[in-house]
């Protein structure tokens, strides 16, 4: 399976958004009272954060590994299944997104 741009598939489910002419209030509705957010914002901030994770994690074993005397294993070991349940559902969501995509894709007109 070739790899895809994630960036070239939000850009091409917007055109499709404007094209159906559907209401702007519909589908970029504001999630929190006067925060305005869309999907690739959410999406976006969401990576960042497991991607933070990740580093803490790796941060964490590195200094207990080192034997810090900060370094405590029960927070190393939470840290590590938090970035690792993470990562798990980050990639959940980027395959049902592909899957999503795929679908909408194969639908004739």
Do not use: C, W
């Amino acid at each position: 399976m070739s790899s895809i741009d994630i960036t070239n598939l939000l850009n091409q489910m917007h055109q499709m958004k404007v094209q159906s002419r559907f209401p702007e209030t519909a589908v970029g509705a504001p999630a929190v009272a006067g925060n305005p957010s869309d999907f690739a914002g959410v999406f976006r901030r969401s990576l960042a954060a497991v991607g933070n994770q990740q580093m803490e994690a790796g941060q964490l074993a590195a200094s207990f590994e080192r034997g810090d005397p900060g370094a405590d294993l029960a927070r190393t070991m939470i840290a590590v299944q938090k970035a690792d349940l993470s990562l798990r559902t980050a990639v959940a969501v980027q395959s049902k997104l592909v899957d999503a995509y795929n679908t909408i894709m194969n639908m004739s007109v």
